[in-house]
């Protein structure tokens, strides 16, 4: 009986330590996730890097970059791709990153002018735990796929879908094919080049006109 007890003792103190263990790898493991925001930037933008999406730098931060972005199967959206430009903000990843349509999408919950995205877990319920590939292959999908029209910011978009389904898909499918082909993106991404290399070219116009008008 001596012997019985102590092996349930052992085996109850061998318990304990490995669930004592199992705690602290979930802690060290939650540590590595909530490292520092720069760090975990980079992380989440090389883990984005690494997958299918074609990603392009705005600038030489790593803060503003544009995604480009392919509508849902077995939605209106299908076959539509948009350039989704992401800004995360110095706090990322405790605050969420800035989401935003460049082409126009016919959707009640994004702002047919500016693209900007109303979506909740974004915009309300984002937590650290997330990360950039999340947003991409989990909540952009679900968006699109479940809009949610008593929240609308393109009003219009909203009604016409409680109204009339059938005809708010059928506009749906108009826009994608009137503004969100592959050419499309394409176009958006000569159209920034050119203003990029007119910009350098004004700069050096004016810095040529400031030399000539110095004293001799």
């Not at 009986?1 to 349930?8: A, E, I």
């Not at 060290?28 to 883990?47: A, F, Y």
């Not at 995205?117 to 319920?125: A, Y």
Request: glycine letters at 4%; a negative charge; aromatic letters at 10%.
């Amino acid at each position: 009986m001596l012997y019985v007890h102590q092996t349930r003792i052992y085996h109850f103190i061998l318990f304990s330590l490995k669930s004592q263990e199992k705690i602290e790898n979930n802690k060290e493991k939650k540590s590595r996730i909530m490292s520092s925001p720069s760090k975990r930037r980079e992380m989440d933008l090389m883990k984005l890097m690494m997958t299918d999406y074609k990603v392009e730098m705005i600038n030489d931060g790593m803060q503003e970059f544009n995604v480009e972005f392919h509508g849902p199967k077995d939605s209106p959206y299908q076959g539509g791709v948009w350039r989704i430009r992401v800004e995360l903000p110095v706090a990322y990843p405790y605050k969420s990153p800035s989401i935003g349509f460049v082409n126009k999408i016919y959707h009640p919950n994004v702002d047919e002018m500016s693209g900007s995205v109303c979506l909740d877990v974004i915009n309300q319920t984002w937590s650290p735990m997330f990360d950039l590939v999340n947003v991409f292959e989990v909540f952009l999908p679900q968006l699109l796929l479940y809009p949610n029209p008593s929240d609308p910011l393109n009003g219009e978009a909203a009604a016409l879908m409680m109204r009339d389904r059938n005809a708010y898909e059928q506009r749906v499918k108009e826009y994608c094919e009137k503004y969100a082909k592959a050419e499309d993106v394409g176009a958006l991404h000569d159209e920034k080049s050119s203003d990029e290399e007119l910009s350098e070219d004004e700069y050096a116009s004016s810095d040529e006109e400031v030399a000539g008008k110095a004293d001799p």
